[in-house]
């Protein structure tokens, strides 16, 4: 049960603006022999979640994007609310991939529906698991834990 929290730890905190990667812990404990759909449900419970907290700063804290503290940098906004502009809302279902967070604090910044938000996230970053799932599956056959 430890290694289920601290995978939903990790996945948690990778989804927020904490610089964090939650991929290496998955496939430490599927390479342990935890069954994949038990990681894959947990990572995406807890990624899903910490993306709900990135959204709820990116709503929240909007009025402040020119405050010199804002966490996301201006560069990084821009490309990210023009990504969001050319694409809208389909564009969380890359919120799984690299600079995925600031997509989700934009979607919070341009107030996306919560429950469009929620299903789109969640699509994005289960599928996402459940590829790491697949891919350590074809690496580690053959192999024994």
Same mark, same amino acid.
């Given at each position: 049960m430890i290694a289920l929290s601290g995978l939903f730890l990790a996945a948690f905190l990778a989804a927020t603006p904490v610089?964090?990667?939650s991929e290496v812990v998955f496939l430490g404990l599927q390479a342990a022999g935890w069954r994949a759909l038990t990681l894959v449900l947990v990572a995406s419970v807890g990624n899903v979640l910490g993306s709900c907290v990135t959204y709820a700063l990116g709503r929240g804290l909007g009025g402040f994007r020119d405050h010199p503290r804002f966490p996301i940098r201006p560069a990084q906004l821009a490309r990210a609310e023009a990504w969001y502009a050319r694409w809208g809302y389909w564009s969380l279902l890359v919120s799984w991939a690299p600079g995925g967070d600031v997509l989700v604090a934009v979607a919070g910044l341009m107030r996306t529906p919560v !429950? @469009?938000? @929620?299903?789109? /996230?969640?699509?994005?970053?289960?599928?996402?698991?459940? !590829? /790491?799932?697949?891919? +350590? !599956?074809?690496?580690? !056959? +053959?192999?024994t834990a």
């Open positions: 610089p964090f990667q !429950a @469009l938000f @929620l299903l789109l /996230v969640t699509l994005a970053k289960t599928l996402r698991y459940a !590829a /790491v799932a697949w891919l +350590g !599956a074809a690496a580690f !056959a +053959g192999w």
